[in-house]
């Protein structure tokens, strides 16, 4: 067995949006190396053993997390990484695991939600449609420099750059091809309480940008796509809501009120949680203790009047039974309690088996005649 580095994605920030598979890495983790700026504490906290060492890769740098994956190949060590969003996207997952590699260690990838679809979820729009696109482009903040060749295909598009570089983009898209009033979707840090999640076109990005002062990177959506569908109308002739008629498959699968599907996994896991700890309890304790027999002692409480070993008090005359004041005996005496000894469970004698060869008989010796005299 050799160490393992699990490349886990958390989501994009929220701690209920963590996969139950990357919760379990989380929880088996020996160690745990994430950055708390960009992944709510919750989702470690939640989940990772109280022993385990926790890891600010933003404050350290990244030799020390090459050492941290050192001693995890010698000590046979699991640790987690990790990843905002799904490490697939924009995470460096290939330099990684050729260290890892290098070092003879076991590697493995968790996916999670990425943040292109959680701001997508975030306002409740589909990246690709029938209709409009039926094709989404990632660029980096690497490849910011190729908006324009990429916004010629006119298709839905996930930008993530610096916000301070928006007016570039802006530049990079209408030369490609984009209308000012196309729509454009921007959210920074989605899913955690300070998120920002704003609806805007291209005209409007820079002010937009510069209104909510976001100067990191920033995640921009942009497309037709995106675009908010007309507001529906209620029919005159309706007159209030038709009551919910529900068959009772649906009245079978309904829930208990305030247990949500996120909950029940939450629980899931929690469960799944307490059962490795208690598995892990007992198997230290089986190998502090082998399990000697144990011989345990059960006494009944004694009689009033008696001592501890249901004799009779000192003293006192040792009789067959009570006795009346008057000479008459009394009713019978009851029965001394008993010492119960509960024997520990002895091995069973291995068995003998008698031989099967049959004997020689012996003759019988003759007696020796008296001599006469």
Partial sequence: MTGRVSFVGAGPGAADLITVRGAKRIAEADAVVWSPAVIEAEAVREHARPDAELVDFSRVPEVEVVELYRRASAGKLKVVRLHAGDPALWGGLTEQQDTCRRLGLDTEVVPGVSQVSAAAAAVG?????????????????????????????????????????????????????????????????????????????????????KEHKLYRTTLFLVGEALAQPPARRRSPSVEGDEPVRRSKWSRRTQR???????????????????????????????????????????????????SAAGSPAAGSPAVEGPVAEDGADGPPAE??????????????????????????PVGSRAKKSKRAN
Avoid at 339 to 357: E, F, L
């Fill in 125 to 209: 729009r589909e990246l690709t449609t029938s209709d409009v696109a039926q094709s989404l482009v990632l660029t980096g903040p690497e490849t910011a420099e190729h908006v324009e060749d990429f916004a010629a295909h006119g298709t839905t598009m996930a930008i993530s750059a610096s916000g301070a570089r928006a007016g570039l983009v802006v530049e990079r898209l209408r030369a490609g091809g984009y209308p000012d009033e196309t729509p454009v979707v921007v959210a920074h840090k989605v899913s955690l309480p300070d998120e920002t999640v704003a609806q805007t076109t291209i005209g409007g990005l820079e002010a937009c940008v």
């Fill in 335 to 360: 029965p001394k309690p008993k010492t119960v000894v509960a024997a520990a469970t002895k091995p069973k004698p291995v068995g003998v088996r008698a031989s099967t060869t049959p004997r020689k």
């Fill in 256 to 306: 208990p009120a305030g247990d949500s599907p996120s909950a029940a996994a939450w629980s899931a896991v929690h469960e799944w949680q307490e059962a490795a700890r208690t598995k892990r309890a007992a198997k230290a304790a089986e190998a502090a203790d082998p399990g000697a027999p144990v011989l345990e002692l059960v006494v009944d409480e004694p009689a009033a009047g008696s």
